[in-house]
């Protein structure tokens, strides 16, 4: 509407895209990521209930990262199948945070190799004698057995590092040749991606972390894990997106696409805490023993606690704080409650996984070394591929639609 | 007021009833927010801009602060949550408390979905009145719409409207500065004239005679509710209110022996559900159908003493799952009469509690299989009949495992598998 993005602005915006950032620094995220991992390895062996402490820290990190990736997909999926013209400019860095996800699964191969050797530390389901005894387990080991558990587990993977190979591989294709055809089969194949990615995250919440108790069931856990992985990618967006306005790297990327960005962010917020709710909520009501002794574990010996921290810095704060427009504008403000989310996320994480082996809450090196380890390995990957390419799709048919935008 | 007025330098008070302000038309978003600037800055600071669509700036540019409907919402929000809560509490633990399911009688977590509801209800209404009041509404009619050319500003022009009582408002040199600015067919909104301020006599009268009226409902209602009657009570729907059909248990003279419940004809054969066999189904042997006159008939009534069916392992397993399940909440696991709802009813001195006889006394121990069964079926003293719950076969599993669970108490050595006894130990 406005006429001041015209032509000639617009190949300053690209020409400016186009110098790339210097990708110097991936070598100090890889030699900390790769330090922190060993150290973690190195402790957790050298006490007598450290490999089964690490192998929770392992899975607990691997999810934390994997879900960035996977709010990510979905952000990209949902921009692409409303054909959305205002989140263009910052749909490059949901790209590379989702072409990111091959790193945290890598890492996390070795979990799913373990249960060949008969490893039943992490999954009691792996444990022969223990099914032997248990008749529940009996019933559910159709399902719950190693092969087929590793062969669903290739498949999420699969499924996810292909669609997000393919998203930034397509965008970056129509960079080159600016073929807008890119753009019209990227938003008719969103629609089953999205279905897709919707069925492989339910499960694989269903068996990376809700098989943790193999006897518990939730059916509405999927959409659990889907909504916390929303607020981590979509928080992650939000920080990138904020640090870009305050270094001013590009003009096509202000403060009205932050501040959408961050009303998803909220809204996703929101969901999550009405979801997280309506489990805890229909589990209270029903009361029903082979429900309530999952809830039980985690209101008793400290876990409690950490329920009370999420109730209110997962959702009564961010829900406060972010509420006003003034706030969703504001650099400042948005990396500090992104940042907050993000920890907020990983102790939801950590309150679902931890329970199920450690008598009460315990955090040391252990979670920390894994932690690092993780989060830098994967920005290693996210930042070298956001160096390697424009920082923004620079020949998509809506930039100027982007870049104009405003929020009214 | 189509003619230009003459300059009439100290003439500001006169004005004011001839004009209410002056409207300019604009073709383009750029032309009007310009001449909104330019007006601001000559110091006027009541316009107003009438657009087809939202124009991005124009809030800044005509210097408007942001409206405090935000803060009615949030009100509206805490209000209704508020409410929600305390209207669960309220409801649950003091006007009808009442415990359900064990639970506490006011509890946060239940009372949240309907607090979250209300939220949004109060904060949509607090949202739907302050919109119209902030927006001045209801308004009976507005001076613009007398203008021909202000209609287009619903299609494809903007009108920017300066009111007269602008502290910087002269209504010769604000028209020329808008004209200066580009406006077209800069025109004067017309005073309201005396009369039309009125509202109408014939409005008046209306509006009290349907205030009269309204209270008529009120006042019969209220007469109604003070008066009694001998009259039978209106009946709006009578068809319904008295249908041509027998209702059971009542007398009906149109059968020669007044029941309107009509017994089975002779020979009638159930469908799908005949049950002939008398010691499977009932407990009794056949010709024993009536009902017992006293305790000491209804012991030599018939009742079988042999299991109809063949008992095996299997048979008193499903009888002691069953058992579990349905009778050990108030029988106790072991028959003692001390299952949990009985041992929570005592402590809590129910007086209308009967504590569940011991299976293992020695009027239950003699009482044959079919009078066991019986019992199940159809209950006895303040114990309900478990028919509908439990199938046939059920209940005699149960009564098997009865059996089972009597021998124990009066079991010997004997009855111990020899390979077992060498592991138990003698008790006193």
């Not at chain 1, 932050?258 to 996703?268: A, C, P, R, W």
């Not at chain 1, 679902?352 to 009460?360: E, G, L, N, R």
């Not at chain 1, 090196?365 to 160096?387: D, N, Q, R, S, Y």
Request: glycine residues 8%; hydrophobic residues 45%; contains cysteine.
């Amino acid at each position: 509407m406005a006429s001041t993005a015209g032509p000639e602005n617009l190949d300053q915006i690209r020409a400016a895209a186009m110098l790339r950032i210097s990708g110097q620094r991936v070598a100090t995220p890889a030699v900390l990521g790769g330090c922190a991992l060993a150290t973690a390895l190195t402790v957790a062996l050298m006490s007598q209930d450290g490999p089964r402490r690490l192998a929770h820290a392992w899975l607990l990190n691997g999810w934390f990262t994997l879900s960035i990736s996977l709010g990510a997909l979905f952000f990209i999926g949902l921009q692409h199948l409303v054909r959305a013209g205002w989140s263009v400019t910052v749909r490059r860095v949901a790209e590379v945070l989702g072409a990111s996800i091959s790193n945290p699964l890598i890492l996390m191969a070795p979990l799913a190799l373990l249960l060949f050797f008969g490893y039943c530390g992490l999954f009691p389901w792996n444990d022969g004698e223990l099914v032997a005894s248990d008749r529940i387990l009996q019933n559910k080991s159709t399902y719950l057995n190693a092969p087929f558990f590793a062969v669903r587990a290739v498949f999420y993977a699969g499924t996810w590092v292909f669609i997000a190979r393919w998203y930034l591989k397509a965008s970056c294709r129509q960079d080159q040749n600016g073929d807008t055809k890119t753009t019209t089969r990227l938003e008719s194949r969103s629609a089953p991606i999205l279905l897709l990615l919707g069925v492989t995250v339910t499960f694989a919440a269903f068996d990376w972390l809700m098989s943790l108790d193999p006897h518990w069931f939730s059916t509405i856990f999927g959409i659990y894990a889907f909504s916390g992985a929303m607020v981590a990618g979509l928080s992650v967006i939000a920080i990138i997106v904020a640090v870009m306005i305050r270094r001013r790297i590009t003009e096509a990327i202000n403060c009205e696409h932050l501040h959408d960005v961050v009303k998803l962010l909220y809204g996703m917020n929101c969901f999550w805490a009405y979801i997280a709710f309506s489990q805890y909520m229909l589990i209270w009501y029903a009361n029903i023993p082979e429900e309530t002794v999952w809830l039980k574990l985690r209101q008793e010996q400290g876990w409690d606690g950490m329920q009370t921290i999420l109730a209110v810095g997962h959702f009564i704060v961010p829900f406060l704080v972010l509420m006003p427009r003034a706030a969703k504008r504001n650099t400042v403000v948005v990396i500090a409650m992104s940042m907050g989310l993000l920890a907020m996320h990983w102790v939801d994480l950590y309150w679902i996984i931890y329970p199920q082996f450690a008598d009460s809450p315990a955090f040391g090196l252990i979670e920390v070394a894994t932690g690092i380890g993780f989060v830098a390995l994967f920005f290693m990957l996210a930042i070298k591929m956001l160096c390697s390419a424009p920082i923004i799709p620079i020949r998509d048919p809506r930039l100027t639609e982007s870049v104009t935008h405003v929020v009214p | 007021m189509s003619t230009v007025a003459p300059p009439r330098p100290e003439a500001v008070p006169e004005i004011e009833p001839e004009s209410n302000g002056l409207v300019a038309s604009f073709n383009s978003v750029d032309t009007v927010l310009e001449a909104v600037r330019v007006l601001r800055s000559g110091g006027i600071e009541r316009i107003d801009v009438h657009s087809p669509h939202p124009i991005h700036g124009l809030d800044d540019a005509l210097g408007l602060k942001g409206s405090p409907l935000p803060w009615g919402a949030i009100a509206g929000a805490a209000i209704g949550l508020g409410s929600g809560i305390w209207m669960a509490w309220w409801m649950n633990a003091v006007d009808y408390p009442f415990i359900i399911s064990g639970k506490p009688l006011f509890s946060i977590i239940p009372s949240l979905p309907i607090a979250f509801e209300l939220a949004i209800l109060f904060a949509a209404f607090a949202v739907f009145g302050g919109a119209i009041a902030f927006g001045g509404m209801p308004k009976l009619a507005n001076q613009k719409f007398r203008i021909p050319s202000f209609a287009r500003a619903t299609d494809d022009r903007y009108v920017l409207a300066v009111d007269s009582r602008d502290k910087c408002f002269d209504l010769v040199g604000t028209r020329a500065l808008l004209d200066e600015v580009g406006g077209e067919g800069v025109t004067d909104i017309p005073p309201v004239a005396t009369s039309e301020k009125r509202i109408p006599r014939t409005v008046w009268m209306a509006a009290a005679v349907l205030c009269v009226l309204a209270l008529v409902p009120a006042v019969l209602i209220a007469k109604a509710r003070n008066s009694t009657s001998t009259k039978p009570r209106l009946s709006f729907v009578s068809d319904m209110d008295h249908q041509p059909k027998f209702k059971p248990q009542t007398t009906n003279s149109f059968f020669p022996d007044g029941r309107s419940m009509r017994p089975q004809v002779e020979g009638t054969v159930a469908r799908d559900d005949l049950r002939e066999d008398d010691q499977y189904y009932l407990g009794r042997n056949s010709g024993h159908g009536g009902l017992a006159a006293n305790a000491a008939e209804k012991d030599s009534d018939g009742w079988v003493t042999a299991f109809p069916l063949t008992v095996d392992e299997s048979l008193i397993r499903r009888g002691r799952e069953r058992y579990q399940i349905f009778c050990a909440t108030c029988h106790g696991q072991g028959g003692d009469g001390d299952g949990l709802v009985t041992l929570r009813a005592l402590e809590l001195e129910q007086g209308t509690w009967v504590k569940p006889t011991s299976l293992h006394a020695e009027p239950i121990r003699g009482q044959p299989v079919g009078r066991l069964f019986n019992s199940i079926s159809n209950g006895v003293r303040k114990m309900p009949g478990y028919a509908s719950q439990i199938p046939v076969r059920d209940r005699w599993g149960i009564v098997a495992y009865v059996r089972a669970l009597q021998r124990t108490r009066a079991a010997t050595s004997a009855d111990v598998p020899s390979e077992i006894l060498p592991n138990m130990r003698e008790l006193n």
